[in-house]
Nanobody, 115 residues
């Protein structure tokens, strides 16, 4: 089992930045896909960004050029740098680890962007 613990959420004004961190209780392996999802009030959970062990990163169109996902396997941690935040980025952000056919989830961290 892997436990994921997100941190770094909070309240920020539009145009500001936040950096989310996700620490895994166990080892992150090269073949694990790490991702950040978010869920806004009244909406379904959506993929924000993912990164593979091979260094491939993908982003939802809504965050391209503003968010950056990165991982540090030695620290068993994945990050999401969020710049130029907008009110529509307000959501609970969840860390996800996909290993083979299993998904592990964190409990989420709330990001609120005020206009």
């Amino acid at each position: 089992q892997v436990q994921l613990d997100e941190s770094g959420g909070g309240l920020v004004q539009a145009g500001g930045s936040l950096r989310l961190s996700c620490a895994a209780s166990g080892n992150i392996f090269r073949f694990d896909v790490m991702a950040w999802y978010r869920q806004a009030p009244g909406k379904e959970r959506e993929l924000v960004a993912l990164t593979t062990g091979g260094g491939v990163s993908k982003y939802d169109d809504s965050v391209k050029g503003r968010f950056t996902i990165s991982r540090d396997n030695a620290k068993n941690t994945v990050y999401l740098q969020m710049d130029s935040l907008q009110p529509e980025d307000t959501a609970v952000y969840f860390c996800n680890l996909h290993r083979y056919t299993t998904d592990f989830w964190g409990k989420g961290t709330l990001v609120t962007v005020s206009s």
